[in-house]
């Protein structure tokens, strides 16, 4: 074979690709600005160094914006609304309703159904919905039946990874391999055609989870499970002599070390005074305040009051009339895309005002041990941050059923609407068009899409609030790297390298080789990114050993979709991560054995079904 040798366009693009993988790990820069700049800095070269051969253009910067109008692009942004519609309508609660009274039963059972359940469900629609659908029932449960929600939850949310592998709608990288195969002409994939392996390889992936992975898992304490109220209302009443006695309210909160949190202050019975900083407390007057046991004594004596409970008014707060917090209620509230807080503090999102909840302190997913503790307003939150909050419980409740944030204590049922029907019935539709060849994904998932909407499944604001910039950006520049490394030959490029340095090999080795490359590499950076560049490198692969293209695509797709190993692999696992407590190294733990399950498998079953 005619060896490659590539050029200054070319390597310039390698280098440009070494140089995304790198900032799309970057937890400090967010996903969709690292690129946005990459997409900048490929066009404006192409631009300004054009690409000829014999005098003509071949590839121009116009060419890769190409990925806003993919076909493939267009299928992932209609099915994710078309999948928060089932969110929204509670459309697949039966299904929960029926786990979570197995929990109480037969956990062991009750696993390996959730496992299953999550995978089916996985392999029509986006899995993150679905592990936001379970997680609070597995934390309800496991309140319930005493069991450690550790053993479960990093169980679930990896069978929803494994599931979403075996149709072309499972995830957003399944179709982006099948899009980008199509684009180049390579045979066009149907929405069941790899179910077999994955059915094969993915059940003893099942198994390991259901009986194996459970055993590894320590019994991990998530980050907030105290359930005792940390935040007491109560009342502090002004004493003639007292430090707070003839003081303006500035002075008082000074005193107090501008810690204090004084709601209202009341004069009499029917008089309450504004809060400003100049108004005089006087002997007698009432501050309504909110703080834990130990500052509110702290302020009784440093301000000279006498602290009362809200719930008895006759006897002072001392060891034997405690403080006590009626009504009130803990609840974990994790941020996830596209939530009101993320990406935004609680300072900005008015979330004390809008909720009625007090948030108490901060768990950030990406720094396991770090409980931040101090002014967690003015935080920016990211997804996978758990909130813990403090309030009525039907302020908790009325916040679940706005279903517009994931509450995981598990104590009511998610919201149900009567377009619940509706919604699966459309669903369906979407799924058998594509599934019976009537029309593409892409057609099927914007006309279910259309049905959403026409019907009141769904409104803009929930359709706008289930699309991600960071994957629609992610997705665009991955495709421009892509082309832009198969225009120039550098794919080929690659490809020879690759062979040369397995020559003698035979090709099922190869194979497994490259497929493990596409583990590691998803692992590391986005699996879309993964999928994307690794597509056009795949079929360069098998052209030169003169083999199928189907199984060297199908090993990009399955190792693009092998995120185990990592809590930042995929945003499930960051969900999961954050409820039930894990640690970095739970993930490798459970994460490493699952991938080398799923590699072995998948060595062996792709070449045997396609006759390598």
């Known amino acids: 074979m005619q060896p490659i040798t590539p050029d200054a366009h070319g390597i310039a693009v390698l280098i440009l690709t070494v140089v995304a993988l790198y900032l799309f790990t970057r937890d400090n820069i967010p996903l969709e600005s690292s690129s946005l700049a990459i997409l900048i800095t490929l066009t404006a070269g192409f631009q300004l160094f054009p690409y000829e051969k014999d005098g003509e253009v071949v590839v121009g910067p116009i060419d890769f914006f190409a990925g806003f109008g993919n076909e493939a692009l267009v299928a992932i942004c ?102 980008i195969s199509r684009d180049m002409g390579m045979h066009e994939f149907t929405m069941f055609e790899w179910v077999l392996p994955v059915a094969i390889v993915g059940g003893f992936g099942l198994i390991f989870l259901w009986l194996v992975a459970p055993r590894l898992l320590p019994d991990r304490t998530p980050p907030m499970a105290d359930t005792t109220p940390r935040i007491f209302s109560a ?173 995981l204590d598990g104590t009511t049922d998610l919201p149900q609407t009567h377009h619940a029907k509706r919604a699966l019935t459309i669903m369906a539709f979407v799924v058998l068009a594509a599934a019976l060849g009537i029309m593409p994904i892409s057609v099927s998932a914007l006309a279910g899409l259309g049905l959403m909407l026409a019907t009141g499944c769904l409104n803009w604001r929930d359709a706008a609030s289930a699309l991600s910039i960071p994957v629609v950006m992610i997705i665009v520049t991955a495709l421009a790297l892509g082309s832009a490394l198969l225009e120039t030959g550098m794919a080929a490029y690659i490809a020879q390298t690759f062979v040369a340095l397995a020559a003698g090999l035979p090709a099922p080795l190869i194979l497994s080789a490259f497929l493990l490359l596409m583990t590691i590499m998803t ?61 970095f190294g739970d993930f490798l733990r459970v994460g490493i054995p699952l991938t080398v399950i799923m590699w072995l498998g998948f060595s062996i079953v792709l070449p045997m079904l396609y006759q390598l």
């Open 78 to 179: 209609a099915l994710m609304m078309v999948g928060k519609a089932l969110e929204t309508t509670g459309a697949l609660q039966p299904l929960a309703n029926v786990v979570g009274r197995a929990w109480s039963t037969r956990p062991v059972m009750a696993l390996a159904a959730t496992l299953v359940a999550g995978a089916v469900l996985s392999a029509f629609m986006n899995n993150t919905p679905i592990v936001v659908l379970l997680m609070p029932i597995l934390v309800g449960a496991s309140l319930r039946s005493k069991f450690p929600v550790s053993e479960v939850m990093m169980p679930m949310g990896l069978a929803t990874i494994v599931g979403g592998m075996s149709t072309t709608i499972g995830t957003s990288t399944n179709l982006l391999v099948v899009g």
């Open 235 to 407: 009342q502090l009443h002004v004493k003639e002599g007292g430090f707070a006695d003839g003081k303006s309210l500035s002075e008082v909160l000074a005193k107090a070390g501008g810690n204090l949190r004084i709601d209202k202050v009341q004069r009499s019975d029917s008089l309450f005074l504004a809060k400003l900083p100049s108004v005089t407390i006087q002997p007698g007057d009432r501050l309504f305040v909110k703080d834990s046991p130990e500052n509110l004594k702290h302020y009784e004596q440093l301000l000279g009051a006498t602290l009362y409970s809200m719930s008895d008014l006759e006897h002072p707060v001392d060891d034997e009339t405690p403080l006590r917090a009626e009504g009130q209620q803990l609840a974990e509230v994790v941020v996830t895309r596209g939530s009101p807080l993320h990406l935004r503090s609680l300072a900005a999102a008015r979330f004390t005002s809008s909720y009625g909840l007090l948030p108490l302190a901060l768990h950030r997913a990406r720094a396991p041990s770090s409980q931040v503790t101090g002014d967690v307003n003015l935080i920016r939150l990211r997804a996978g941050d758990v909130l813990l909050v403090q309030g009525k419980r039907e302020a908790i409740a009325q916040l679940k059923d706005s279903g517009s944030m994931l509450v």
């Open 523 to 583: 692992n590391i950076v986005s699996n879309n990114a993964a999928a994307a560049i690794g597509t056009p490198i795949a079929v360069s692969i098998a052209n030169q050993l003169g083999a199928p293209t189907e199984p060297f695509v199908l090993a990009v797709l399955f190792g693009a979709n092998m995120s185990f190993a990592t809590p930042y692999g995929y945003q499930t696992n960051l969900l999961v991560m954050t409820a039930g407590g894990y640690k």
